[in-house]
């Protein structure tokens, strides 16, 4: 499996953009997809998760409210929407799989992600 990162671009602080991650071989059920940023100058952070099986989420405690991670079961895709952007979520945005048995707690590590894409770069103007 590959992963493939889209979605970013410019806009302006307030506005909104989708980030969609696909899958070029099936997923399976035990998967868990993540999605990280790196800004310039910084390590790399945590966004949001969600588990393929059952949807379970999680967010970043700085963008809760403002972003949503779904999965589209039938275009094996996890998409990031992100509203009431702000420039502090300037980034290059990449998504992450890691296989975990059911119940698995979702993880915020980057290290127990097994499989990356390319990231996708978002800028925030103010």
């Known amino acids: 499996v590959q992963l493939q990162a889209s979605g970013g671009g410019l806009v302006h602080a307030g506005g909104s953009l989708r980030l969609s991650c696909a899958a070029s071989?099936?997923?399976?059920?035990?998967?868990?997809i993540g999605w990280f940023r790196q800004a310039p100058g910084k390590e790399r952070e945590f966004v949001a998760a969600?588990?393929?099986?059952?949807?379970?989420?999680l967010y970043t405690d700085s963008v809760k409210g403002r972003v949503t991670i779904s999965r589209d079961v039938a275009k094996e895709t996890v998409n990031l929407q992100m509203n009431s952007l702000k420039p502090e979520d300037t980034a290059v945005y990449y998504c992450?799989?890691?296989?975990?048995?059911?119940?698995?707690?979702?993880?915020?590590?980057?290290?127990?992600?097994?499989?990356w894409g390319q990231g996708t770069e978002v800028t925030v103007s103010s």
């Open positions: 992450a799989v890691r296989q975990a048995p059911r119940s698995t707690p979702l993880a915020t590590s980057g290290a127990l992600f097994d499989l």
């Open positions: 071989g099936p997923i399976f059920s035990n998967y868990h």
């Open positions: 969600c588990t393929w099986r059952e949807g379970r989420t």
